[in-house]
Every structure is written in C-alpha cells, then in structure tokens.
C-alpha cells in the first residue's frame, strides 16, 4: 500500500493544526504588547515560532520582529505619526491620566539621558538629568517647561518611570515612587540596556534625520526615520500596498474607504478577500466589511486596549453616550453635529438615573462636563465620533451600537 496510514494523516493533521494555533496566540500576543516580557505565557511560543511569524510580519505588513533571551520586541509602524486620540496609558495608580504631551516630551527626554547614562540610575538623579536636558532652547520655545519644583511635575516624571518599568527598561532596587513625590524619599534602578535600545521603531538611523526630508518639521523628521523605500515597479507597488493597508487593519479600530487614497481604496476593493483570509488565518480575525470601511472583530477581546462595552463608571457611561449618539447619527443630515451641550444635558440625567451605581466623583455637582470629556476621548479613539469645534460628528461604526426596536416575547395561552 502507498500512502501513509490514516492514523499517522490524522495525527499530522492534529499537530499541523496545533502549531498553527500556537503560531496564531504568539502573534496574537505580540499585537497586544508589542513589547513583551519573558514572564508572558504566550512568550514561549514566540521564541518557538519566531522564524515563522518574521516571514508572515514581513511579507503581510512589513514589521520585524526581534526576539532575545529575555523578551520579544515587534517593531509596529503605525499609519499616522500625528494621531494624539491613542495615548499610553498610566501603569499606575488605575486612576491617573493617560500621557498628556509633557508626558511624553519627559519619556524621551528620558530615554535619551538613560541611554548615555550607567548600567544604575536614581530617580532624583534621573530628574536633574531630565531637567538639565528640557532647559534646551528649541524645547523651551515650544513651550516645554520642567523644573521638577512642585508636586505636579514629580508626579509626571514617577508617570514616565512607572511606564519604563512595566516596559522593562528599568527595574527597582530600592525606594519608593511615592515617596519621591512627596520630596520624601528616592528610588534605585538598574537599567536593561538590550530592551531599552529595542525600544525606538525606525527604518533609518537618526543620523539620517539632516540627510533626508525636510528635518526642519516634526513630520520631515519622522519620515526620515520611517520611510521604507519602494521599488517603482507595479509588485512594488503592490507588495507595499498591501503591506500598508494589512498594517492598518490590524492596528487601527476602523478604516474607513473615505479616508484612503484611491490606489489603495482601488486595491483594497479588489484584494479585499485575499487580506481578510490572511489575517484571519494568522490571527483569528474577522473582518467586518460595510460600505464606509472595514474593522476586524476580535470575539474574545483581547486585542484593544480601549473596550466598549467595560465595567466601572467610566465604561457605563461610554456605553450611554455611544448609545445616544448612535440613535441621533440615525437622523441628522450630512456633515452636521450634534452640539456638546446638548450630551452634557444627558449626561446629568444619567447622574440623576444611575449615580447611585457610579463612583462618589461622578456625582458631584458640575462633574457632567469632565463626564462628557472621558466618553468622547474614547469614543474618539475608537473611531466611533469626532469632536470638532462644531460639535460631535458620528461616524459610520457608531451605527453598531444603535439600539432597535424591543420585541417582548408573546405568551401563549392554552385552551385546558
């Protein structure tokens, strides 16, 4: 007889399956933190699968993928270098506020002083070294200003050290963050030298910034360190539009047709098919497709940082808010808005109707505005709504969150 038996096809197909699954969770993880530690449980499989998942990135979206001893870094390319509705998020404590911009000018700040500094760092030592770096004439003319004189800006510099510690750059000796913005205390680190140079996501050196582009802007100099080159051929062309636009899906919660440029629109169109099936495959994805664009829905949740429906207050009232407008997109005209006042109006009969079930400072007098704030931000991140100066624009996705009609089931009543 030829041919293998039927038991060693199945049990070749029960293990084909099961590596592909493994692969699918790697990459599935690496999506969710880009950066990820040794102590994940999903970091095994990426150092089993790495080869594989390189050639998938590379070909699909072309990110690479590093992977050490210690960790495993995808370098991500995002879409758009100037979308500020996405920001990091404190490690710690729960409830403060994502990186604002002076955050994120002491993160790299930050990072610039650690990389030329020792394999040790305090966090006083650390700040006399951000501040002496911020006093720079080009950063005071924009506007940063840090002089770590008050209770404020230690709390933003514990934020950055915070963020480098979940990230693995640094890690505690000693000491007590807390105890530092009090002007009480101090904290001892070691540096990780191999994640913290993992950390930039650049196609050039940043001896490329003067010699490339236009280094006089924010954009010319992000281009220079970005841009890929692509060959003017047409499967140049194409491999780099498929790239771009699997890059896409994959990161951002919506793309609408309306916002592509029309060689992609085109290629999108007619490769759409080909692109849901590979990502699907890869990542266990299913795209959505309507006639304003395309989403990929993740079942289990664990792809997003920012989630609708969630629990707590601030997940309640996204849900209220979403719902509103949801029902308003329905009938109002094209380009028109819905006016801030008027979901602050409903905001505070939701205080009236639901505080009892939201934390203490939701229902303080005036706190609707500061509401309103935190559910437009993250429906805004979400690509569900835009706030412009008119107002709240929905857009086309809010159309999932409509409610319909309720429909009670009907008794039937039996003749005895």
Same mark, same amino acid.
């Given at each position: ?6 038991? #060693?096809?199945?049990? /070749?197909?029960? &293990?084909? +399956?099961?590596? !592909? *699954?493994?692969? $699918?969770?790697? =990459?599935? %993880? ?7 530690? #040794?102590?994940?449980? /999903?970091?095994? &499989?990426? +150092?089993?699968? !790495? *080869?594989?998942? $390189?050639?998938? =990135?590379? %070909? ?11 960790? /495993?870094?995808?370098?991500? +390319? ?339």
């Amino acid at each position: 007889m030829n041919g293998r038996p039927a038991s #060693a096809t199945l049990l /070749a197909n029960a &293990l084909d +399956r099961s590596r !592909a *699954e493994e692969r $699918r969770r790697a =990459l599935r %993880a690496l999506l969710a933190r880009p950066l990820l530690p #040794a102590r994940h449980p /999903a970091f095994p &499989l990426v +150092r089993r699968h !790495a *080869e594989a998942l $390189r050639q998938w =990135l590379v %070909a699909e979206t072309g990110w690479s993928l590093q992977v050490e001893g210690d960790f /495993a870094r995808l370098h991500k +390319r995002v879409a758009c270098h100037d979308d500020g509705t996405r920001p990091a998020g404190a490690d710690y404590p729960a409830a403060d506020p994502p990186f604002s911009r002076r955050r994120y000018c002491l993160l790299c700040l930050a990072l610039a002083v650690l990389e030329k500094g020792e394999a040790q760092t305090a966090l006083g030592r650390l700040g006399e070294q951000v501040v002496t770096a911020a006093a720079e004439p080009a950063l005071l003319a924009a506007g940063i200003r840090f002089a770590l004189d008050n209770r404020e800006e230690r709390r933003d510099l514990v934020a950055v050290v915070r963020h480098l510690l979940a990230l693995g750059v640094l890690i505690r000796v000693a000491g007590d963050e807390d105890a530092f913005i009090d002007a009480a205390g101090d904290a001892l680190y070691d540096v990780n030298r191999r994640i913290l140079s993992a950390l930039p996501v650049t196609v050039k050196g940043s001896s490329m910034v003067n010699l490339v582009g236009d280094p006089g802007t924010t954009a010319g100099r992000i281009a220079a360190l970005t841009e890929t080159f692509v060959p003017d051929t047409v499967e140049g062309r194409n491999r780099a539009l498929r790239r771009r636009l699997t890059g896409r899906l994959l990161d951002d919660p919506v793309v609408y047709w309306d916002e592509l440029e029309e060689t992609e629109r085109a290629y999108l169109t007619s490769q759409r098919a080909a692109i849901a099936a590979r990502i699907r495959e890869a990542t266990g994805l299913l795209a959505e497709v309507r006639a304003e664009g395309i989403a990929l829905v993740d079942d289990a949740g664990e792809l997003t940082d920012c989630r609708l429906p969630s629990e707590g207050t601030d997940g309640h009232l996204a849900l209220l808010t979403v719902t509103w407008l949801a029902e308003r997109a329905g009938v109002l005209a094209k380009g028109e808005t819905v006016p801030v006042r008027d979901l602050e109006e409903a905001v505070k009969g939701w205080m009236v109707r639901y505080g009892r079930f939201w934390k203490k400072a939701a229902r303080e007098p005036g706190a609707e505005r500061e509401l309103c704030r935190q559910a437009l931000e993250r429906l805004v991140a979400l690509r569900l709504a835009e706030a412009t100066g008119a107002g709240i624009r929905p857009l086309p996705a809010i159309g999932r969150y409509a409610m319909g009609e309720t429909l009670l089931p009907i008794e039937e009543t039996l003749d005895l």
